[in-house]
């Protein structure tokens, strides 16, 4: 693995994958529109390579939570379009009980 | 159903690794232009744009490894889960599992025994020198058209009167291909010990 690009870590990979999940939770889209709506919904604070989306997009369509298939944009270019599944859905709505948890916990620790 | 949709999204990856290459491939050029039309909507040259968009995405071939690694990985996690699976069920049904492995060893056992006899019976040529000249005399009954028989004496007849045959001496131990280390010829002994009548 070459030094310049270290792998991301666990938190941050666990992050894109929720991120994409939300994106996707909208309305179906390709993996450059995704990194789009993302960048869009963070207001620009997330600094992701946008290439790293791709491997995170792979591994949620192997464990079900995504399915893709072939498509033409509005300018009749061939992409691959994600869309999100039930299992997704119920993917997404755990981890993100998951971090509001985590943030009420942390917030509590704070102000005691 | 997300759980199907999945195993054979895995399965697809896995027999059609060409495939997902070039899907891989495709996708990144689909994104790497969209990225570039974008920066030349906000006003850049077509070259920086291009140049811009390619530092976006992050290195071309790390993704490309990053994407071929997750599939190795899937392949080998299967394996293994496969693996474990197969163990788990073994010690769930233990009678079961050794049912069938005797079941799979008498078969094959039975089966190399069958194949040993007819390879040695009708696949190889007989171990002999010359083994292609080699023939069989048998009599025929012409009426019945059954074959019986011949005994020795008509055998003598045949291979000394009719001259059809050109007789190897076999109790010539030479005429053997598989050479013994010790033996004794018979030949004098078993054949002119019945003299004829």
Redesign the interface.
């Known amino acids: 693995m070459a030094s310049r690009h270290p792998p991301e870590s666990d938190a941050l990979r666990g992050s894109i994958d929720l991120l994409v999940l939300k994106a996707l939770s909208l309305a179906p889209m390709h993996g450059w529109g995704i990194g789009l709506r993302i960048q869009q919904i963070s207001r620009g604070r997330l600094e992701v390579n946008q290439g790293s989306l791709y491997p995170a997009l792979q591994r949620l369509e192997h464990r079900g939570d995504i399915e893709s298939a072939w498509q033409s944009t509005e300018n009749n270019r061939r992409a691959r379009y994600y869309t999100i599944t039930r299992q997704g859905r119920k993917a997404l709505g755990e981890e993100v009980d998951k971090w509001k948890r985590f943030a009420d916990t942390i917030a509590l620790i704070l102000e005691s | 159903?997300?759980?199907?949709?999945?195993?054979s999204?895995?399965a697809r990856?896995l027999l059609a690794s060409r495939a997902s290459e070039a899907?891989?491939e495709?996708?990144?050029r689909?994104?790497i232009?969209?990225?570039t039309d974008?920066l030349v909507a906000e006003g850049l040259s077509p070259a920086e744009a291009h140049r811009r968009a390619l530092v976006?995405?992050?290195?071309?071939?790390?993704?490309r490894?990053?994407?071929r690694?997750?599939?190795g990985a899937?392949l080998l996690a299967d394996f293994i889960g496969d693996v474990r699976y197969a163990l788990r069920a073994m010690r769930r049904r233990p009678g079961f599992a050794i049912a069938v492995a005797v079941t799979l060893g008498v078969g094959i056992g039975v089966n190399g025994i069958v194949f040993g006899f007819v390879n040695a019976l009708l696949f190889r040529p007989i171990p002999a020198s010359n083994s292609e000249q080699l023939v069989g005399v048998f009599s025929v009954d012409t009426k019945t058209g059954s074959p019986g028989l011949l005994a020795y004496e008509d055998y003598v007849d045949f291979r000394d009167q009719s001259g059809a045959f050109s007789v190897t001496n076999p109790g010539n131990i030479a005429f053997m291909a598989i050479r013994p280390l010790l033996a004794v010829s018979y030949e004098s002994t078993a054949p002119s010990s019945r003299s004829p009548v």
Request: charged share 35%; net charge neutral.
């Open positions: 159903m997300s759980l199907l949709k999945g195993l999204a895995r990856s899907r891989m495709e996708e990144f689909f994104h232009a969209m990225e974008r976006a995405f992050g290195g071309l071939d790390h993704h490894e990053a994407m690694d997750g599939r899937r």
